[in-house]
């Protein structure tokens, strides 16, 4: 079990598989996700539980904390067990995932413990090529999901383009 305090470095890497996937997620899901996203290294195999704390999550994200804040990070964890995606490595193959396999919300407590599903592991974990990283500072700021991807997506392609022109 791993509790997220500030990382020193706030980068996100996704496979570009995992980008180009079909899904939605709403603005507060995404930021959950994201979260969790720059918890992990390069060098991590496996996924850990993670812990977040509702006031850490909303300093990183410059969020007022009142009793709201705790209800809708609360609401999108638990969709996020449920929300799915769906990633094409093949044309002829179509995969559908869940983008978490465990939530724990404790009432009061104020914190909640995520942990991704293990299908995400190769879109995840000890990437080599074919992906796209970001800090998190560049998104934090974007108030609408769609935002969020259209970055990701150009971000992606600059990511690209950058590697061919090597």
């Keep these: 079990l791993k509790t997220i305090n500030t990382p020193p470095l706030d980068v996100i890497r996704k496979s570009n598989k995992l980008i180009e996937a079909r899904y939605r997620l709403s603005v ?4 959950l996700i994201l979260t969790l996203l720059i918890n992990i290294s390069k060098q991590d195999e496996d996924f850990k539980r993670y812990r977040i704390r509702v006031a850490d999550f909303a300093s990183q994200w410059q969020l007022e904390s009142d009793n709201s804040l705790y209800e809708k ?5 638990d969709s996020l067990v449920g929300r799915t995606l769906q990633i094409s490595d093949d044309p002829t193959i179509s995969k559908t995932v869940s983008w978490l396999a465990y939530v724990e919300y404790v009432r009061g407590s104020g914190v909640v413990e995520l942990e991704f599903h293990n299908a ?9 090529k074919h992906y796209t990283e970001y800090q998190l500072g560049h998104v934090v700021n974007f108030k609408n999901q769609y935002t969020i991807r259209i970055y990701e997506l150009l971000k992606m ?9 090597k």
């Design 28 to 31: 507060w899901e995404q930021r």
């Design 157 to 165: 392609e600059v990511f690209r383009y950058k590697s061919v022109g």
């Design 73 to 77: 990070v609360h609401e999108a964890a």
């Design 120 to 128: 995400l592991k190769p879109y995840l974990l000890q990437l080599k």
